[in-house]
């Protein structure tokens, strides 16, 4: 029987999922399986080209600043080229860049080409983000990213056992399999997968369509999307103390690398275990106190590294926050999908992940300084009163946040709510804000207004309802014009679905919660 069940629980997983995502994860799963460079780049510029600590930390560094700038570049070629061809421009130039840095020998030469690695790499992840929101279903959207993070771990765990053979062997060599590989999904992007990019124009009555009226300054205006982009740069913060300060802090309590291995396998071997039954665990229930629970949890995880002594209370430890990032990372990618209008979806992930490439560049000083000043239980103090801050800041954001916290939630997979995003007035359209959607009939629909009394009905489907006017559920997003009607207040009256409250962004039918 536990076999029956187990076979059953993976099954409503991973069904109702679109070919398209199916492509798309197997593209994000080949890449990890791929990733060379960043798990031993330190080492090939120490041993293997005889260069000083400091000068890899540099080039680690400049790595990282390319990623800090392609990530808003990413998301607005996102938007204005479309997902398909920023991802093949992407992987395309990573593969490039990745194959010359195995050749390069002039440490300016191979400086330079890892900011470009950097840069490349990274500019893909706004697309793939933004395209999966497009492709899947807002109900199913928290188990597609917590499938696509499970890819990407276990394509992870996989290549670092796998690299460890490669790097005796040749160096190069696995510069040039990572080459191969990373080359192969822009191939699988190319053949396999569809552009996804709502079409600009139709959602907003401007002859320039909607992706014009949300740039990066519409992005930086959001508040409360903002909010969740400092929240979010805090809790990356703690996790990147898992490969930055925790190795360094065992080293100097006297344990070897081999130590630091064994316990950080832990954090890889968790998440290919447990991501799919946590994430069946935490679909429907509320992202607001999900990710209050998982930041404090990830602060006090790390917290307690302060007290361990042994290899086996480090893993502990280990299991604490990997635990709070298994629920984080899907929860904390979906509300930022919410909280993104269709047209500047790039835009926003692109925001959401310089937040974490920041961090990424900032976590080593901060671990670095703290460690040599005050010792590394002072590191561990740290990260609890950071991720204790964080919760507190999440809660604070969600309680205001329509349909994510406070009250009952509007995604309950009976489809008898809507929820409004309300991420900003874009361009000269004023939005109202509101939450629910009155008649089953209407349950799931979409609709932006603009102040020219013009509306974009967007075919979101939920179960439990239907657009009116026909939409198939669970039709891909299918944007529809709706007749022009005057806006006396909240609902738009006359029209088919008056008495529904209007946003001026989106309202989607589904609680979504990765990457």
Not at 358 to 379: F, K, N, Q, T, Y
Not at 495 to 509: D, L, N, R, T, Y
């Amino acid at each position: 029987m536990p076999l029956v069940a187990a076979r059953r629980a993976v099954r409503e997983t991973v069904s109702g999922l679109p070919r398209e995502f199916w492509w798309l994860w197997t593209s994000t799963l080949v890449n990890r399986l791929g990733a060379f460079v960043a798990t031993f780049m330190a080492l090939y510029l120490t041993l293997d080209r005889g260069y000083s600590a400091s000068y890899a930390g540099l080039v680690a560094s400049l790595h990282g600043l390319g990623g800090v700038v392609s990530s808003l570049a990413g998301g607005v070629m996102a938007d204005r080229l479309g997902r398909r061809p920023t991802l093949l421009v992407a992987q395309v130039s990573t593969a490039l860049s990745v194959a010359l840095l195995g050749f390069v020998r002039d440490p300016v030469a191979i400086a330079a080409v890892a900011f470009l690695v950097g840069a490349a790499s990274n500019a893909s992840r706004p697309a793939v983000q933004a395209m999966m929101a497009d492709i899947v279903r807002p109900e199913d959207r928290v188990r597609a990213f917590s499938l696509n993070y499970w890819a990407i771990n276990l394509g992870f765990a996989v290549s670092s056992m796998a690299a460890g053979f490669i790097a005796e062997v040749s160096y190069r060599a696995g510069f040039l399999l990572e080459a191969g590989m990373t080359l192969t999904c822009a191939i699988l992007v190319f053949l396999k997968l569809p552009e996804s990019r709502p079409e600009s124009g139709t959602a907003v009555g401007t002859a320039g369509g909607a992706s014009d009226a949300v740039g990066l300054g519409t992005v930086v205006r959001d508040g409360r999307f903002m909010g969740v982009v400092g929240l979010s740069f805090l809790v990356a913060l703690i996790f990147q103390q898992g490969s930055v300060g925790l190795p360094v802090a065992m080293g100097a309590a006297g344990f070897t690398p081999a130590d630091y291995g064994l316990a950080i396998a832990v954090n890889g071997v968790l998440i290919v275990a447990l991501q799919i039954p946590v994430t069946r665990f935490i679909e429907h229930r509320d992202p607001g106190r999900l990710l209050v629970v998982s930041s404090v949890l990830a602060g006090y995880g790390f917290g307690l590294t302060a007290f361990a002594g042994s290899i086996g209370v480090f893993a502990l430890t280990v299991c604490v926050w990997t635990l709070a990032e298994i629920v984080n990372a899907p929860t904390q990618t979906g509300v930022v999908v919410r909280l993104s209008p269709a047209q500047g979806r790039g835009r926003y992930q692109g925001m959401y992940t310089m937040s974490w490439s920041v961090a990424a560049l900032v976590a080593p000083l901060m671990s670095g300084v703290v460690i040599d000043r005050w010792g590394a239980e002072w590191l561990w103090g740290l990260c609890a009163v950071i991720g204790t801050v964080a919760g507190v800041g999440y809660w604070a954001l969600m309680r205001r946040m329509p349909g994510v916290g406070g009250g009952p939630d509007s995604t309950q997979p009976d489809g008898t709510g809507a929820e409004g995003t309300g991420a900003g007035s874009q361009g000269a359209g004023a939005d109202v804000e509101g939450a629910g959607s009155q008649g089953a009939g209407n349950a799931g629909a979409v609709v932006s207004a603009t102040a020219i009394g013009k509306a974009t009905a967007v075919g979101e489907q939920v179960p439990g309802g239907q657009v009116p006017g026909g939409q198939v559920p669970g039709e891909p997003v299918l944007e529809r014009p709706v007749p022009e009607n005057p806006i006396p207040g909240s609902p738009i009256a006359g029209s088919p679905i008056a008495g529904q409250h209007v946003s001026g962004e989106q309202v989607s039918g589904k609680t979504v919660g990765s990457v």
